[in-house]
């Protein structure tokens, strides 16, 4: 599904990323986990190019997304993004959030559109708050909202940057929940993360990544149960839960 | 003892002439300040469009758009808008004279030669300070709207109209209450054009009634009718500033 090929990034003559490789395959929960600094959110951020690599390749869905030819709003459109600060726009209600792009973009009828997004936010327990704007919600209601926005949008990829991180510890778990469920559903999503509860129960695969570079990656047991490397090792045991 | 009346008498008939008002009547409505009014909404509708614009070429991507809005507001905003009007207003019907015939007049007939040099001045002005104000509001949007925006596909023009463009307005709505009060005031710096009757906008219409009868009622009088407008637009910019503050959605 995603294939990453000697992805850099550098931001002046800071190197945040230095020739990474990943590939992610349909279906499949992969789990970045690092510490503060290592280049998480950039990496994530490459794949939809929000942020634009210094070089290397990005293949998604068969579109190679680094190519100048390449539509971008159209590869933007199969991948969802879901970010640390909610990002709902706030002269919207939770309805409108979540209808805005397709009928903007994939140009769905409202009735079409609202029908689907009504569907998006019972998904995510949220149909009664349909008239509410951002203003009125909580946190967990609001990061929930902004997965069933990019979910109205129907991706291939779900992408989350730490998608719980400013959320207060009694919202996390609805929030978490949430992405549970669309794992279980074969969604496939790369997930920025501090919840190793999370990374062990859902994820197929965990990374760990450190100085712009992936130490090492493996399944949740063998990553968080057993690391080989000194670095991981170092980085679980600060942040042993 | 015996003055103090007799200086209010001579105030009251140098600044507040009884017959010089009523003969100013009904005039000081009908022409002056419908005149001010159509002047500063003409202005301020041009200059809100052009300020648009300008405010989207000073943040685009393009070295030359931004390097061109720019110079362009610093150059209007560093210049005395007297001396923008009369350039503007005054040179270039002449520069343009043999070309069209009357420059003015030439696309919009009667209504042009009579408003539109000094309408159009006026605009730019007003575009230069609103640009500002208006770029000031689209940067003041979180940089993760137009993320979330262009993350959900949409192009940077779309996210721009849907979901930045929105949210700044409600941001700048308060300084452009003050432009607006602003550029109400400013009309009167067309009377330097010198419109003829029928175009003339308050300060001018005052002007000709002082200057025929030596006394200052009259300008007292366009004092008045400046303020009759700019008072509540005022009071409602700190109204605007106050509920702003509240943090109202
Ligand atoms: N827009 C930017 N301009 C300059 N430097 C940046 C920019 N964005 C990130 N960086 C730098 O890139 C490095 C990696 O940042 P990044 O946000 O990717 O780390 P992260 O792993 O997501 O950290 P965290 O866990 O704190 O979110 C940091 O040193 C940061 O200062
Ligand atoms: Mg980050």
Redesign the interface.
Known sequence: MITIRALSKSFGDNEVLRSIDLDVAEREVVCIIGPSGSGKSTFLRCV?R?EEPTSGSITVDGVEVCNSKCNL??V??S???V?Q?F?????KTALGNVT??PI??LKLDRAEAERRGREMLERVGLAHKADM?P?QLSGGQQQRV?IA??LA?QPKVMLFDEATSALDPELVGEVLQVMRDLAGSGMTMMVVTHEMGFARDVADRVVFMDGGVIVEQGTPEAILGNPQQERTKAFLSRTRT | MMAAPMILAGVGDEFFNGRILREMLPGIVTEAMRNTVVYTVFAFSAGIVLGLLLALARISRRWWLRTFAATFIDTIRGLPALLVIVIIGYGFPIAYKGVTGNFWRWPFGSFGSKYLPGCFSLSLVAAAYMAESIRAGIEAVPRGQMEAARSLGMTQGKAMRKVILPQAFRIIIPPLTNELAALFKDTSLIAVLGVGVGGREILQYARTFSNATGKTTPLVAGGIAYLVITIPLLQLVSYLDRRAKRGTR
């Open positions: 939809n929000l709003d159209a933007r459109t991948m969802g993004m970010f600060q990002n709902l726009f706030p002269h805005l792009a903007s973009v704007h203003s902004a926005r990019a949008m």
